[in-house]
């Protein structure tokens, strides 16, 4: 059956949803397509059931901990995975169900599941039904990455993906992958309890960021008794009688690790190989990302291209801001632009490190002349209150206009604390004016006007 549209968006990820409730909203006859779970990678298999399971591995954490604070429990603390995974799945749940019920309730928008495929620049096939429409928005996310790597037909491994169904603790985990998705995992997976080893082929950990964070996150991972394994070159898989061995050959310690499962995460890529774009002459990169321009329009007119697929953000709120930034242009003639945008992230070990813009690495490589304020956790009393004095925050400034360039907090709330130095860069005034500003005591962001005021040359 051929069915005309006025909008037709493809995937119910973080920018999809929105936009196609705001075209409709509009007074355009809206499609919107799923093929999997409604509300996409965030909703079911990343953000939200990952923070639900960081909460629980937090929970076990300070119960663990609990005589550090003068509490005694009756017995040593168990973690019953069961249940740990009901409550993740509850908390997914909600949101899945909210998406999904939102989206059928809205007037002049149809949901309609099945996978989509471009037959044309105006036409997208579903099942049998060919879908038209005069303006068509890919939102189709990315996958787990799983590299040809030696061995990696032979063993069982997980993904983000899989690894959502697990509800047992494993006796020891490997992680092949030490970036954002894989350390979180490894420690909510170390406070369940298990035996966890991180395997990075790069020289240190999160290697985006600055050798001063990443090492600093390595110590605070292996003081939870986490063994890491970086410059592991020839990463090679084979089945063995504990269940998986990887082959490290890492210049430091054994060059094979024995594990009972291996946890696969090292990185992603868009869900654009089997969507037709070829037969739209849609154009892609090397990588697979939809090319877009600053309003993420693609190369055929009519056809935009929002989050992580089009490769100029990673996160569910580069993905929401895609959104924004569409409708703005098509529905409020309000010509934001994805350029106006800055970086910033968190990575949800704990404690949590909030990012904002630059790292001093890229700073400097950009031809700033940097001051930089850092000050350890130890020196934050709010952190030592809590026993919780691990980490450090770190600021980058441009030494002649004094614009904050981006900032690294690594300590307990860095990923709140961390937006009172991204409003700024958004405000464009100068650190001075962050540096004058009056906190609240005793918090974590209270030290950072004095971070600013204790700027050094870098
Ligand atoms: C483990 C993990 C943890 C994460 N944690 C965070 C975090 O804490 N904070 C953060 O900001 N980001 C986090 N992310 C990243 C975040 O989940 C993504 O950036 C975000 O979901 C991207 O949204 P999206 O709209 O681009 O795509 P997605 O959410 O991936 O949605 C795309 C949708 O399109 C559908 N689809 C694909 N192809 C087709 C097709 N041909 N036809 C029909 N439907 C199709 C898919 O089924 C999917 O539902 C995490 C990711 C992972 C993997």
Redesign the pocket.
């Known amino acids: 059956m051929n069915r005309k549209y006025g909008a037709l968006v493809?995937?119910?990820?973080?920018?999809?949803p929105s936009l196609a409730a705001r075209l409709a909203g509009a007074g355009l006859e809206t499609a919107i397509?799923?093929?999997?779970?409604i509300g996409?990678?965030?909703v079911n298999?990343?953000?939200i059931p990952?923070?639900a399971l960081v909460a629980s591995a937090y929970a076990a954490h300070l119960a663990f901990r609990s005589a550090v604070f003068g509490v005694v429990l009756p017995g040593p603390p168990a973690v019953d995975m069961k249940r740990v995974k009901a409550r993740k799945d509850a908390i997914a749940g909600a949101s899945r169900d909210g998406v999904a019920a939102w989206l059928r309730a809205l007037p002049r928008l149809t949901l309609i599941e099945g996978?989509?495929?471009f037959e044309s620049p105006r036409e997208v096939r579903v099942g049998d039904d060919v879908l038209t429409a005069d303006r068509i928005f890919v939102?189709?996310?990315?996958r787990a990455a799983v590299p040809p790597m030696p061995g990696i037909s032979e063993v069982p491994f997980w993904t983000?993906s899989s690894m959502m169904a697990v509800d047992f603790v494993p006796p020891h985990l490997v992680v092949v992958g030490g970036s954002y998705?894989g350390l979180e995992f490894a420690q909510m997976y170390r406070r369940f309890g298990s035996a966890v080893t991180v395997v990075e082929m790069a020289p240190r950990l999160i290697a985006r960021e600055d050798a001063d964070v990443s090492d600093a996150i390595r110590q605070i991972l292996e003081r939870e008794g986490i063994a890491v394994r970086t410059g592991a070159r020839c990463i090679a898989l084979e089945k063995s009688p504990s269940g998986v061995r990887v082959r490290v050959d890492c210049q430091d310690g054994s060059p094979v690790v024995e594990a009972s499962h291996l946890l696969l995460a090292v990185g992603r890529r868009p869900?654009t190989d089997?969507?037709g774009l070829d037969r739209a002459g849609v154009r892609t990169d090397a990588r697979g990302y939809v090319e877009v321009d600053d309003q993420l329009r693609t190369n055929v007119p009519g056809i935009w291209a929002l989050?992580?697929?089009n490769g100029k953000g990673?996160?569910?709120?580069t993905?929401y801001n895609d959104f924004e930034i569409v409708a703005a242009n098509l529905l409020d003639a309000d010509p934001r632009k994805v350029t106006d945008r800055i970086p910033t992230?968190?990575l949800?070990v704990d404690p949590p490190l909030g990012r904002a813009g630059m790292t001093e690495a890229e700073a400097k490589e950009a031809g700033h002349r940097i001051l930089v304020g850092r000050r350890p956790m130890t020196k934050v009393k709010r952190a030592v209150e809590k026993g919780e004095e691990l980490g450090f925050m770190k600021v980058v400034v441009d030494a002649d206009s004094k614009a904050i360039l981006g900032a690294a907090i690594l300590g307990p709330g860095g990923d709140e604390v961390v937006h009172c130095l991204l409003d700024a860069m958004y405000a464009k005034v100068p650190c001075t004016v962050v540096q004058r500003a009056v906190h609240i005591h005793p918090t974590v962001a209270e030290l950072v006007p004095t971070v600013l005021g204790e700027l050094q040359p870098a």
Do not use: M, P, W
């Open positions: 493809i995937g119910t990820g973080q920018a999809g397509v799923e093929r999997g779970s996409g990678t965030c298999t990343g953000c990952t923070k996978h989509a495929r939102n189709v996310g990315g983000n998705v869900n089997d969507l989050g992580d697929c990673a996160f569910t709120h993905a992230y968190g949800f």
